[in-house]
């Protein structure tokens, strides 16, 4: 069913907003569902869209990407240049979710 739900996602990727992607990292991260080419997608539509993002989601993603024990170091690297002009609006979790990973 979830490999179901991922294909039926995969038209929708270039609407998704940013707390979208981050929720459906997160969502795999949690369910332990790693699918290398939809987790491809996903980061594709999500790469010009990361200056958008809050950080919360920054650094969700980052955790549910290293849960999932996915790399992919053009991406990281990118997020975490989106992520440090916004550090000083990171909470608690958020520092120690982007640390973790």
């Given at each position: 069913?979830?490999?179901?739900?991922?294909?039926?996602?995969?038209?929708?990727?270039?609407?998704?907003?940013?707390?979208?992607?981050?929720?459906?990292l997160?969502?795999?991260?949690?369910?332990?569902?790693?699918?290398?080419?939809?987790?491809?997608?996903?980061?594709?539509?999500?790469?010009?869209?990361?200056?958008?993002?809050?950080?919360?989601?920054?650094?969700?993603?980052?955790?549910?990407?290293?849960?999932?024990?996915?790399?992919?170091?053009?991406f990281?690297?990118?997020?975490?240049?989106?992520?440090?002009?916004?550090?000083?609006?990171?909470?608690?979790?958020?520092?120690?979710?982007?640390?973790?990973?």
């Open positions: 069913f979830t490999t179901a739900l991922l294909k039926a996602a995969i038209p929708k990727l270039q609407r998704f907003s940013a707390q979208e992607f981050a929720n459906m997160w969502a795999m991260a949690t369910l332990g569902h790693l699918d290398a080419v939809f987790i491809t997608r996903l980061l594709d539509n999500a790469k010009n869209k990361l200056n958008s993002f809050k950080p919360q989601e920054l650094s969700n993603a980052l955790w549910a990407l290293a849960t999932l024990g996915y790399t992919d170091a053009a990281t690297t990118v997020l975490l240049q989106a992520a440090k002009p916004k550090l000083g609006s990171f909470n608690p979790q958020d520092l120690a979710n982007t640390l973790w990973a």
